[in-house]
């Protein structure tokens, strides 16, 4: 479905009332997204937008759903976070509840339909990543208006080219990298930087490349300590004596399993986080190099969304608001190439996206000598 292009206020009459809420991990973006929503809803059509509180949970609590006004966006564009609060703990299908003193579980979403028939929405635009985005479509499978906004540090949405938030935490990791190359040369050290990302590796493939790391470790590419250690050696071999790792949180070795730093539970994921250690400890005690390990964290989705960021949010926001005013339920924004389209929120969760091991961004990685972690070693150097 083509998103109509803008020709005045001509959905007047149709949609009255649209609510908007962000989901999942905060990007930098989201209040990008909000701002052009409600600002393109007022020049658009004669409507009304609602926001709800901290994902989902809005329409769970008294007072969780109130109207945004152009005033409540003016000039939110460059801050980080969202304005609305968001949740990445709890999903409303399988909610965690106390009852009686016990722990139990159960599905709140027919609380929530309520609360969006009680408020007679018309259509609700969700704003998350993939997690969220599947208790949207969810949702609409139960009846309810919905349009989907992409949003995720990680790029791991499939069907756009890129969410929004990726760009900016590409950008402060591909800065730390070079602020670590400073201690790296000067000690003649390895510095390993561990990248979120989940089990996608875009953000340190990306962040790795222009920062210039001489390892990058992805979770689509399980690694061999072998292989980084000879990489490492022979850099100090060619004079070369410090080397800078980027490896993300869902990177894994070869034959064994993500490293995880809380496990998850029936209702909760599992949290990624260790890996970085687990590969500068081998390097320091095996490879014989002194290392220092880095877990930029939660650095990587705050402040200020990059000027690409907000663009594309706005793009996305806005576009999500025509949508809607199309009654492209059930869908999401997406860009693809120069172009803001939509597509299928079926589609779009129906595959996970992953970095291209055969693409051109990995050939040119490895054209360049970056090292994956899989690359075949001479015999003599198998130890691990
Ligand atoms: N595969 C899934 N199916 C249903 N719900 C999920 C799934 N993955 C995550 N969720 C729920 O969606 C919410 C947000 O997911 P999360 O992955 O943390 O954020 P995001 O929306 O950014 O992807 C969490 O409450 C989580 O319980
Ligand atoms: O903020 P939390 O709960 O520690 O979550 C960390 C996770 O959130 C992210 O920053 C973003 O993931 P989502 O897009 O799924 O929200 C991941 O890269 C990371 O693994
Ligand atoms: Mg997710």
Redesign the pocket.
């Known amino acids: 479905m083509a998103i109509i292009k803008s020709r005045g206020k001509e959905s007047e009459g149709k949609l009255k009332r649209l609510a908007i809420l962000t ?3 905060d990007a930098p973006g989201l209040n990008a997204v909000i701002r052009a929503a409600v600002k393109t809803v007022y020049h658009q059509c004669d409507c009304e937008i609602l926001g709800v509180k901290d994902g989902f949970d809005g329409f769970l609590e008294t007072g969780g759903v109130n109207p945004l006004t152009q005033a409540d966006v003016r000039g939110i564009l460059p801050r980080g976070g969202t304005i609305l609060g968001t949740a ?4 409303p299908f399988a909610r965690e509840v106390i009852h009686n003193g016990q722990v139990v579980i159960e599905d709140l979403s027919g609380q929530i339909i309520d609360a969006i028939h009680a408020l007679n929405l018309d259509v609700l635009i969700v704003v ?5 985005l ?2 949207a479509n969810e949702l609409f499978q139960k009846g309810v208006p919905v349009v989907g906004v992409p ?2 540090i990680d790029n791991d949405i499939y069907g756009t080219d890129f969410s929004f938030g990726f760009d900016t935490a590409v950008n402060i990791a591909s800065e730390a990298i070079d602020r670590l190359h400073t201690t790296a040369e000067s000690h003649h050290r390895v510095m390993v930087l561990e990248l979120m990302g989940r089990d996608a590796g875009f953000i340190a493939l990306h962040a790795g490349m222009a920062g210039g790391a001489d390892v990058i470790l992805i979770p689509e590419i399980p690694f061999h300590l072998d292989a980084i250690c000879y990489k490492i050696q022979e850099r100090v071999r060619s004079g070369s004596h410090f080397s800078i790792v980027a490896v993300a949180e869902g990177a894994r070795p070869f034959g064994k399993e993500q490293v995880f730093a809380i496990p998850g539970s029936e209702t909760y ?1 599992a949290r990624l986080g260790g890996v970085g250690n687990l590969v500068g400890k081998y390097i320091n005690d095996l490879c014989g190099i002194e290392t220092r390990v880095i877990v930029l964290g939660h650095l990587q989705r705050g402040g200020s969304p990059t000027a690409f960021d907000r663009q594309l949010a706005t793009r996305l926001g806005s576009a999500a608001v025509r949508l809607a005013l199309n009654n492209g339920f059930g869908r999401m924004v997406a860009l693809q190439g120069q172009r803001i389209t939509d597509i299928s929120l079926d589609e779009a969760l129906s595959v996970p996206k992953r970095v291209d091991i055969h693409g051109d961004t990995l050939q040119t990685a490895r054209a360049l000598g970056i090292a994956f972690g899989d690359e075949t070693l001479p015999e003599e150097v198998y130890t691990h």
């Not at 990445?88 to 999903?91: D, F, S, V």
């Not at 998350?128 to 969220?132: P, S």
């Open positions: 989901g999942g991990g990445n703990r709890g999903n998350g990543g993939d997690g969220t599947r208790i949003k995720t994921a």
